[in-house]
């Protein structure tokens, strides 16, 4: 966990960039992604389009290299008596993972399709490396995307991160 923070933060202070404008080259729309952005809104749509709202924290950076990191997690994740995650039990150890989704690797933008894709290369949750992850995009204005994934129907609002 400590190794997905490191690059998470190495990421975050490596990513700032500018929001490109509109009308710009296909490279510069790219670079609206680049930066580093916080979860505002994290929104879930049942088969019968009823909405509801889900409280969680988010932090997504997208960096000009080509990389990418990503966590989401629970709001009430308890605290446990023990730092060193080792010392948990199995059933405490499952408590502990579930309301977390964490993951790095290279992203690519197709503006056309208006899709990013994330190629997993580290993940909490081994079964996810390797896997490359679709989400639509929409940007909402240069400070705010959302991200709807193509397997579930969920939609992510981000708001970017200004000094």
């Keep these: 966990m400590r190794y997905v923070w490191i690059v998470f933060l190495a990421l975050l202070i490596s990513s700032c960039a500018p929001a490109a404008k509109e009308g710009d080259s296909t ?13 505002v809104s994290l929104k879930e749509i049942d088969e019968n389009g009823e909405e509801s709202f889900i ?4 932090r997504l950076a997208y960096a000009p290299s080509g990389n990418m990191v990503a966590v989401l997690a629970g709001p009430d994740r308890d605290v446990r008596e023990v730092d060193n995650l080792n010392e948990l039990d199995e059933e405490e150890m499952r408590t502990v993972l579930t309301d977390i989704v964490a993951y790095t690797g290279a992203y690519r933008v197709d503006p056309e399709a208006n899709t990013v894709t ?3 290369q580290a993940s909490l949750n081994p079964n996810d490396v390797g896997r490359d992850v679709v989400r639509s995009f929409e940007f909402l204005d240069e400070d705010r995307i959302v991200l709807r994934p193509e397997e579930v129907t969920v939609e992510l609002i981000w708001q970017r991160e200004r000094r």
Excluded: N, R
């Excluded at 490279?27 to 979860?39: A, I, M, P, R, Y």
């Design 27 to 39: 490279e510069d729309f790219v670079t609206k992604f680049q930066g580093s952005w916080t979860l």
């Design 55 to 58: 409280d969680a924290f988010g």
């Design 118 to 120: 994330h190629s997993i």
